[in-house]
């Protein structure tokens, strides 16, 4: 009887992990075809076990779908689900949405304190309309608001996204 010891197991790992990842890379491109040609349907059962996987990718699109309503009943809370999970592995265009969902309170409470911590982490990583709407949102708010949102940010991105909010 042939048994995979140890060493034969994790080589075997490697290999599989190594030959799914192109796949995977495939299935987002395809979802994404899918979604730039209105096929709502196929996009969300190309991106959804990406997204179940942990790819941020796929996981910002699907809040995209969910808040547009593309393809799926329009759901702003599942979409923050979704902007919160690709933002809190560093997505700069999920935590600018989820500067838009708090300054606006679509499917979250309206939070100055909280929309400009996100606007200020993602423009720290890189999204250029961030500081933009950021500042904006400043002026609506005290000086002790706004000294609070930029150590929330500094906590939140210090903690590897763990510490996010209050």
């Not at 969910?66 to 700069?92: C, H, T």
């Amino acid at each position: 009887m042939f048994t995979l010891g140890t060493p034969s197991r994790l080589a075997l790992a490697t290999v599989l992990a190594l030959a799914f990842t192109p796949l995977a890379a495939q299935d987002f491109q395809k979802g994404l075809a899918a979604a730039q040609a209105g096929d709502f349907a196929t996009a969300l059962q190309e991106w959804t076990p990406l997204a179940d996987q942990g790819n941020a990718s796929a996981q910002y699109n699907l809040g995209i779908m969910y808040g547009q309503g593309q393809g799926v009943p329009q759901d702003d809370a599942e979409a923050i689900r979704w902007y919160r999970l690709a933002a809190d592995q560093g997505d700069a265009s999920a935590q600018y949405n989820l500067g838009i969902m708090y300054g606006q309170g679509q499917g979250v409470l309206q939070d100055n304190v909280m929309a400009h911590m996100w606007y200020n982490i993602a423009s720290a990583n890189g999204n250029d309309k961030s500081g933009e709407w950021r500042d904006e949102r400043a002026g609506l708010m005290t000086p002790a608001d706004i000294s609070k949102a930029q150590a929330m940010a500094r906590e939140c991105m210090s903690s590897g996204y763990t510490k996010c909010g209050y």
